[in-house]
């Protein structure tokens, strides 16, 4: 099992941009899959961007709402995934988590089931 740990959530204003890191200690494979997943009140938990790499492939996914505004990258140095937000709308406040699991992904990558470790969650709001 991974542990994983976010940080970087806050407050911003509409426009501006926010980084979201997701760091992962504890067992590891070659292959991963670790995404981003957000959770705003009274809605249901909503798939935001991926990344997955086994050897030498990695691919990237997102959702077609964030797609041109927000980007998704590793870190191997640090073992961390960032969600790097631009032009974030009002729309976009949520609890964001990471997920994470050790199979490479590109399909189900948007399943909260495909996920085996979840960090704890990080506030983002962006005001008006």
């Known amino acids: 099992q991974v542990q994983l740990v976010e940080s970087g959530g806050g407050l911003v204003q509409a426009g501006g941009s926010l980084r979201l890191s997701c760091a992962a200690s504890g067992r590891t494979s070659s292959s991963y899959t670790m995404s981003w997943f957000r959770q705003a009140p009274g809605k249901e938990r909503e798939f935001v961007g991926a990344?997955?790499?086994?050897?030498?492939?990695?691919?990237?996914f997102l959702a077609d709402s964030v797609k041109g505004r927000f980007t998704i990258s590793r870190d191997n140095a640090k073992n961390t995934v960032n969600l790097q937000m631009n032009s974030l709308k009002q729309e976009d406040t949520a609890v964001y988590s990471c997920?994470?699991?050790?199979?490479?992904?590109?399909?189900?990558?948007?399943?909260?089931?495909?996920?085996?470790?979840w960090g704890q969650g990080a506030q983002v709001t962006v005001s008006s």
């Open positions: 997920a994470a699991t050790a199979r490479y992904r590109t399909a189900y990558y948007d399943l909260p089931a495909s996920y085996s470790s």
């Open positions: 990344i997955t790499w086994s050897g030498g492939s990695s691919s990237t």
